[in-house]
Structures are given as C-alpha cells and as structure tokens.
C-alpha cells in the first residue's frame, strides 16, 4: 500500500468480518514446521506492486536462489477492498500461504484457527524484532502470536514556536507531559481571545492509552477505558473544547482538515510526518521556520506507534516454505533495505540504531525520521486488535455529545463501552 503515516492509521481501522468461518482451536492449526524449505508459495501484498515492483521481485528471486526448489507466486490486491478479500478467501479456503496484514486483521483470523501461532512454530525469531512489534499481533484472550512484524510508522508533534512565544511560553520548551499539555493550551486560547487552538483532533483510543488508561479486561473479553482515568482525560478535553483551546470543528475533522488549520496557524500542535514538513516549507514558508518537533504526549513513557505484519496461513501445506519466507521478507536485512526507499521503520532490533536513523544531515526528511525512530525503540501499538471500524465510530459519537454537553464524560464513556461490547460479542 502507499506507505505514509497516515496511510497506516487508515489501514489499521479496517475491521474484517469472519462469521463463515467459524470458530477454529486457539493454536492456530498445526504448527509442525519441521521439513525442507520447499515448494510452490503464494505470498499476498496490500497495494505495493505500482510502487514496489522491482524490490518484491529481486526479493522473491534471492529467496529462490537461497533455498532452490522453491517458488513465490506474488499476488498484490488493491488497497480498496482488501478486507473483504481476505474474508472471501478465508471463508472459501482460497487464501494465500504468506499474508501481507495488519493486527486487526490478524484477529478474526487467528479466532478462525487460520493463522499460525508463531510463538509455536518460530519462536527462535522472538529475539530478532522490537518487542512491542512482536506483540503487535497478538490477539487478547489468546495465547501466541500471529504473523511476523513487518514496518513500523510513527510520527512526531510538530508545534509552532510563534504562537507559544506569542502566549508567552518559552518556544523551545514545548510540553512533555498531559498536564503540561492542557496548561499550555488553556494559556494560549486565553491570550488569543480563542482564536488560537492548540490541538484539532478529538481523543481517539490511542489517545486513551496514551494517557494511561486500561483499554480492556485482561481476558480480552470487554472494554474498560470508561475507568477513572478515562474520565479524567475526556473530562479534561471538555474543558478545553470550553475554552476553544480544543479547535471547535474538531468533531468532525479528518487528518487533511487538521493539517491545513495547523498549515493556516489556526492550530499551534499537530501530529504529522516528513512528507508534512516538505509541504509546510513550500506552501507556508513563514509557518516552516517556525516549526518545532517534540515527541508525542504520553504517560505511559511509550509513545504510539503503528505496525504491519506478515502472516502465515495455518493450513497451507508448504509449512517449512511459508514460514522461511515470511521470516525472509521480515529479517533485518530486508526491513533495512525497504525501509531506505520508502518513509517506514523497520521492526527489527537494533536496526533502528543504523546511522540512517540516528544521524542528522540538516535535510527536513531526516530531521522527522531521527525523532521518529528514537521513539519507536520502545512504542507499543495502543489500539486493541479487537478495537473494529464501527467500535471507533462509536467511541467518536459519544466523545462528541460529552465536548457539547449533551451527555457527562462519564456517561459518554459507559454509552461507549456498552456500545463496544455489543460490537464485540458480534464478532464472536
């Protein structure tokens, strides 16, 4: 798929329904592994031919040429109706031995025994990636861990020295913690009579973990962010939608209509990317030279991070194959060499310590991608793997009705949790 930071959020929200596959045993099938490396694999990507052509092709020969005797059959479907061409496959025994998947993708197919526990079959490779990517694709109330990490993705918060230093905040001292955050903001809106909001978006649910709250019971079985602490951080954004330090159409705003009141100065923080900064010094110079990076708010000392995976089919007869491969296109090698021709990370250890992702050259492309790695080190994935398309929508609903009043932040969490809950049994 194309690869940006934004393009990761809106892949990791699509949710995949599996009800006609029923229910398959928690190992993931059988996980013998044992046996030559051998024989005809199909390996399934997500929108990466166009782009990526030559460097899936060079890969799949160099794995040929390692382990002679195999085959990779490449399939790339477009990003536009991916999900559901996972189910139709799961459902009719068509799908592919070697799966190009994010997390909640993984689930329904680990709950429908049709993904391989790797914790089982290959474990030996644990110790090779980043643990929080490795847990990327674990699925609550189950035991293993079901596809390989792949890329990572992260951003950090650009902010504008101009406005803090116009609200009389020291612009090279931009908050670190939640409630440095709130202060910040509340000062700011005070001394622009409104005008200017210091964040543009609603709390999402990686908002939730970010600030420390349980997102569910340890079972996996229900959600759990209407707690105390969860309150609190929506009772402390109503305060700020009050006070118009929370931008007032930020009920309904996408990451496009944020950018641009960030890029207008309407807006002194906001999440973004390099790709963000290049646009910022061609289409709002006088904001680019008053750009500052931190990394994002948390209390958790983990900061959010978006993950890709590599599955393997738990009923593909090619077992040895598939897991070789799905390791291969994974290893630290070739997560180094992709990471280098598109703006990703790479899940495995260590690598994020190569001198492309430690060293500045002054360019505004590496500037963004060293702050981005040194928080990746230890970020985790916040938004649960059960946590579906409709359940977002949901948790966004009843966020609103509390920033407008209609509802108490208590209210609105518990609407939201029951909300979700009905949604998860569901998907059971």
């Not at 031919?49 to 005797?69: Q, T, V």
């Not at 790709?275 to 030279?289: I, W």
């Not at 928080?375 to 009843?398: D, G, H, I």
Request: net charge negative; charged share 20%.
């Amino acid at each position: 798929m194309p690869i940006s930071r934004r393009a990761a959020l809106a892949v990791l929200c699509l949710a995949l329904p599996l009800s006609a596959c029923g229910s398959g045993d928690d190992d993931g099938g059988s996980t013998d592994a044992s046996g030559k490396v051998e024989g005809d694999i199909t390996f399934q990507t997500w929108n990466l031919r166009a782009n990526f052509k030559d460097y899936f092709d060079g890969l799949i020969a160099d794995f040929e040429k390692k382990y002679p005797g195999t085959r990779v059959k490449w399939i790339d479907q477009p990003a536009e109706g991916y999900a559901d061409k996972i189910s139709a496959d799961a459902a009719g025994g068509t799908l592919p031995d070697v799966v190009n998947v994010s997390p909640d993708l993984v689930a329904p197919l680990a709950k429908a025994g049709l993904a391989l526990d790797l914790d089982k079959a290959a474990g030996q490779y644990e110790k090779e990636y980043l643990a929080g990517a490795w847990a990327g694709h674990q699925v609550p109330g189950m035991t293993g861990t079901y596809a390989f990490p792949w890329y990572l993705n992260t951003g950090p918060l650009f902010y504008n020295k101009s406005l803090f230093e116009k609200a009389g905040l020291d612009p090279d001292q931009p908050p670190k913690t939640y409630d440095e955050l709130f202060a910040d903001a509340l000062r700011i809106a005070g001394n622009s009579d409104g005008e200017v909001s210091t964040l543009a978006n609603v709390p999402t649910i990686e908002d939730f973990g970010r600030y420390g709250v349980q997102l569910m019971n340890s079972a996996g079985t229900a959600f759990a962010f209407n707690d105390a602490k969860g309150v609190e951080l929506l009772t402390k954004y109503k305060e700020l939608y009050d006070a118009k330090a929370l931008d007032p159409q930020a009920l309904t705003a996408t990451p496009e209509s944020s950018g641009k009141k960030f890029l207008t100065e309407a807006v002194a923080m906001n999440p973004g990317s390099a790709l963000d900064l290049g646009n910022f010094k061609k289409q709002a110079p006088s904001l680019y030279k008053n750009i500052g990076i931190t990394d994002q708010i948390t209390s958790t000392g983990h900061v959010n991070m978006y993950v890709m995976g590599v599955m393997v089919n738990a009923q593909t007869e090619r077992k040895p194959a598939a897991i070789a491969f799905a390791h291969y296109v994974t290893d630290a090698a070739h997560q180094m060499s992709f990471a280098k021709q598109v703006a990703i990370f790479p899940s495995t250890a260590g690598s994020l310590d190569d001198p492309y992702f430690t060293e500045e050259d002054g360019t505004d492309e590496t500037r963004v991608r060293v702050a981005a790695a040194k928080s990746l080190k230890n970020a985790v994935n916040y938004t649960p793997v059960l946590f579906s398309e409709q359940m977002k929508t949901a948790l966004r609903n009843e966020v609103a009705k509390a920033l407008q009043g209609k509802e108490s932040p208590k209210e609105a969490l518990d609407n939201a949790v029951k909300a979700c809950d009905t949604l998860l049994r569901q998907q059971g």
